[in-house]
């Protein structure tokens, strides 16, 4: 779908250096023994419902996501010195465990294929393995996103899978991973360089608009039918990665808090300093209400299904953190708060509104 990828984002020194999946998966043993048993238990329900070839499969992910899980955790998380508050191992797990897992207990195991489970389960530990990217892809898909899928790609070549064989996995993980791409900016984005005829995204999800995308670079995508699947299972990819809108308030709040404090550290504002302050006292109030309630849209069926009834439910809870926290620190000068003080106020206010 996207030329040239492994050519732009060759391998980076933590790739490199952590090339051997047998090897990740003896440090998550050591330092997550819960990891190895999720992975045991996602074998043992794919296996139950869709036998011995899924579960081979899965052997050779298992083996994929052991090694994407440990770059991340050494670029971003818990095992590394660059630490992203939010874009770490530990938001690709809660993709990987609570949120697929919701999905598969709510809707059932055969909701979906097979490796359809498996996909979506590489997606969560792959699609936000670069985080620090800036080449322009020419594309309307994000240089982070770019990055990932060609490092996704060399992953699976490394684990086991075939570029051959396994097309539709490849195709599947590169077109999810591409719908990932999320656009936050304050402004609709003009993509008249790849589509003249009309601006057609005004920020949120690139997942539904990935089907217009094809028609201009692969006119004939709907002869394919792997395609015709990898778009489908995208739609669903983009709802479980934004799925905190539909779960609890406090987890909500949790990876929005999460979200702020990753933004201030890009930005080089740290949170216990008055910098931080009226930024992050924007982002928890008037950003997370544009995002809730603007930028984010289901995209699928099926996490719509899932998920609709907690974001309805978390709806007014969203006002009424922003209308609190606005009450307390709006009239204060802004120099006698800092950001550590609004997610404190912001977390006694979310258990609060629980």
Same mark, same amino acid.
């Given at each position: ?125 792959c699609h936000d393995l670069r985080q620090r990217e800036v080449i322009d ?28 064989? &396994? !097309?539709?996995? $490849?195709? #599947?993980? *590169? %077109?999810?991973? +591409? @719908? ?9 984005? &003009? !993509?008249?360089? $790849?589509? #003249?005829? *009309? %601006?057609?995204? +005004? @920020? ?151």
């Amino acid at each position: 779908m996207i030329e040239g990828l492994q050519d732009r984002f060759p391998a980076d020194a933590i790739e490199i250096r952590l090339q051997d999946p047998d090897e990740a998966l003896r440090l998550i043993g050591e330092r997550r023994p819960d990891v190895i048993a999720l992975f045991a238990q996602r074998r043992a329900v794919l296996a139950e419902n869709f036998g011995a070839a899924i579960a081979q499969a899965w052997d050779r992910a298992e083996r994929a996501l052991a090694l994407s899980l440990v770059r991340f955790a050494v670029r971003h998380g818990r095992f590394g010195s660059d630490y992203h508050d939010y874009h770490n191992e530990m938001h690709a797990l809660e993709i990987l465990d609570r949120r697929i897992g919701r999905v598969m207990r709510e809707a059932g195991p055969h909701t979906l294929a097979g490796m359809d489970w498996i996909a979506l389960s590489l997606f969560a530990s792959c699609h936000d393995l670069r985080q620090r990217e800036v080449i322009d892809t020419g594309h309307p898909i994000g240089s982070n996103e770019a990055a990932s899928i060609a490092e996704t790609q060399r992953i699976l070549d490394r684990c086991g899978f075939d570029r051959s064989h &396994d !097309r539709a996995l $490849y195709l #599947t993980l *590169e %077109v999810m991973i +591409a @719908g990932s791409t999320f656009d936050a900016r304050p402004q609709p984005i &003009d !993509r008249r360089a $790849y589509n #003249t005829a *009309e %601006v057609i995204h +005004a @920020g949120g999800p690139l997942a539904p608009l990935l089907a217009r995308e094809m028609e201009r670079s692969h006119p004939g995508w709907r002869d394919d039918p792997e395609v015709e699947r990898a778009l489908e299972l995208a739609l669903l990819a983009s709802d479980l990665d934004t799925a905190n809108v539909g779960e609890s308030f406090v987890e909500l709040c949790d990876s929005s808090a999460r979200l702020a404090g990753e933004r201030e550290m890009r930005a080089g504002r740290p949170l216990d300093s008055v910098a931080s302050g009226v930024p992050m006292l924007g982002f928890v109030t008037g950003g997370q209400e544009r995002y809730f309630f603007e930028l984010h849209r289901f995209c699928s069926p099926l996490g719509e299904r899932v998920y609709a009834a907690g974001k309805a439910a978390n709806a007014d809870k969203v006002r009424e953190m922003s209308l609190r926290l606005r009450a307390e620190f709006g009239n204060r000068a802004p120099g006698s708060f800092s950001g550590a003080d609004v997610l404190r106020a912001q977390q006694r206010v979310a258990w609060d509104l629980q």
